[in-house]
């Protein structure tokens, strides 16, 4: 069974440039996670998806980031425009429960975004 | 709002030690909680997640306990490895609230 797919790995961009990362959930998962990831930290969420519906953005920049999640299945977050601070991994995660408590909870291999 | 932290922060041993990683938090009223392991460059790698109603999970050479009322998680790794140097982290779910990580442990297994 295929696990949590990201791409790109890695991208370089230039300050104010914009820049998305997509993510492909284990199949069968309704629930998404975008994660930051700086150096020597845990991850901490931006925002947590169950099937379409954003149940948990409160983290998320909204002024720069965007996230969607079209039919429940793949998402993509987006950075417009990206600032050096913004350098970090993006990881994404999916579970399979939601409600009083999440399932295990599985990760993909991350983005690392570098603003120049 | 809960926080997790995780001590030491970085641990150094000779393969073939027996190990304990802990794990503390702050707001016992949890639903689950879940060891990872990160190496460099990667993402995380679930280990052993210990549900609500369990104390304890084993899985080969590693054994998690929990214990909510105290707020704490030890992973016990045994007969270390080469191979087991990684950073460990421990994630708590607040009943659904979404997992918040503990900052890791980075350990070095010393051939």
């Known amino acids: 069974e295929a696990g949590v797919v990201q791409s790109p790995r890695y991208k370089i961009i230039e300050k104010k440039q914009p820049v998305a990362f997509w993510c492909n959930p284990i199949?069968?998962?309704?629930?998404l996670y975008w994660y930051l990831q700086n150096l020597g930290q845990g991850p901490e969420l931006l925002i947590r998806?169950?099937?379409?519906?954003?149940?948990?953005d409160s983290q998320l920049p909204k002024d720069r980031f965007s996230a969607e999640r079209l039919k429940g299945v793949d998402s993509t977050l987006k950075i417009q425009p990206a600032e050096l601070g913004d350098s970090a991994v993006y990881l994404c995660?999916?579970?399979?429960?939601?409600?009083?408590?999440?399932?295990?909870?599985?990760f993909g291999e991350g983005s690392r975004l570098t603003v120049l | 709002k809960q926080e997790v932290t995780q001590i030491p922060a970085a641990l150094s041993v000779p393969e073939g030690e027996n190990l304990v990683l802990n794990c503390s938090f702050t707001?016992?009223?949890?639903?689950?909680l879940q060891w990872f392991r990160q190496d460099p460059g990667k993402g995380l790698t679930s280990l052993l997640l210990?549900?609500?109603?369990?104390r304890e999970q084993t899985s080969g050479r590693l054994n998690a306990s929990l214990d909510k009322s105290s707020g704490r998680s030890t992973l016990y790794i045994a007969a270390s490895q080469p191979g087991d140097s990684a950073t460990y982290l421990c994630?708590?779910?607040?009943?659904?609230?979404?997992?918040?990580f503990g900052p890791g442990t980075r350990l070095s297994v010393l051939p």
């Open positions: 995660a999916s579970s399979s429960l939601a409600g009083d408590g999440t399932g295990e909870l599985f």
């Open positions: 199949s069968g998962h309704n629930t």
């Open positions: 998806y169950e099937n379409e519906e954003a149940v948990d």
């Open positions: 707001d016992s009223a949890i639903y689950n």
């Open positions: 210990i549900q609500s109603s369990q």
């Open positions: 994630a708590v779910d607040n009943y659904g609230q979404n997992f918040v």
